[in-house]
């Protein structure tokens, strides 16, 4: 009989040991994002909440007092004919806005360019064209596969040592996480001026993505591409 109950209490202590591991795991977690959102929180000093918005005198004099060299748009989805999701488009509305009232003088737009089908930073560039920026003032990053290998390359690509990061709320807190661990003074300005289909699902993942970039952020390995140096502050 004891024989018998030993095998029977196998399956009972691997059951308890995963469920352990499993706490544990939600643990780490859960604290590794509750420290990147309230440690960052205080570097997002403007708010786009409707379409309408635009940056208010105080929003603008926060964000300029860092004297940011650049506004750094992340890329997002574009359909097949090159045009901007409503992610995205708000991202570069909120950006535009910006610059327009001179927060920062250049605008560097990051995305996915890894296809020749595919093109986020072309169809960000020709947005911001046909809203009347210089084209002198655009800086394109065809390599920013993710949020991690955008801001690593906007350090060691294009030298930025301060800049604004633009995106949405839930991104923003990972971004400029990444952005302290880099040695890049930033602020952050979220552009969020709608519900957007799929939000509950991005936020979801987010929380991993959290937890992963954290990793990576520690041991800073290099991104897909690097290249020659294009420094934005010396134009």
Not at 85 to 90: A, G, H, K, T
Not at 132 to 144: K, T
Not at 189 to 208: F, M, P, S, W
């Amino acid at each position: 009989m004891k024989k018998k109950d030993k095998k029977r209490s196998m399956p009972v202590r691997m059951i308890s040991a995963l469920i352990k591991i499993a706490a544990v795991a939600a643990v780490i977690v859960i604290g590794l994002n509750f420290y990147v959102i309230k440690s960052t929180q205080p570097q997002i000093n403007a708010a786009y909440d409707t379409p309408e918005d635009t940056a208010t005198r105080e929003e603008v004099e926060d964000l300029s007092s860092i004297s940011p060299e650049c506004i750094l748009v992340l890329g997002a989805s574009v359909t097949s004919d090159g045009v901007p999701s409503p992610i995205l488009q708000d991202r570069l509305d909120t950006a535009i806005d910006l610059y327009n009232k001179g927060v920062a003088p250049k605008l560097l737009l990051s995305g996915d360019n890894g296809q020749m089908v595919y093109n986020e930073v072309k169809a960000m560039q020709n947005y911001a064209l046909e809203a009347g920026v210089d084209e002198n003032d655009i800086y394109l990053d065809h390599a920013g596969f993710s949020t991690y290998e955008s801001i690593y390359r906007a350090k060691y690509i294009f030298k930025v040592d301060s800049m604004i990061v633009v995106t949405q709320t839930y991104h923003l807190y990972r971004s400029l996480y990444g952005c302290r661990r880099m040695g890049i003074t930033a602020m952050g300005a979220a552009a969020d001026q709608y519900t957007y289909a799929g939000q509950k699902k991005r936020e979801i993942r987010e929380v991993l993505a959290r937890d992963k970039d954290f990793v990576k952020w520690i041991f800073k390995p290099q991104p897909t591409f690097l290249g020659d140096a294009v420094p934005i502050s010396a134009e």
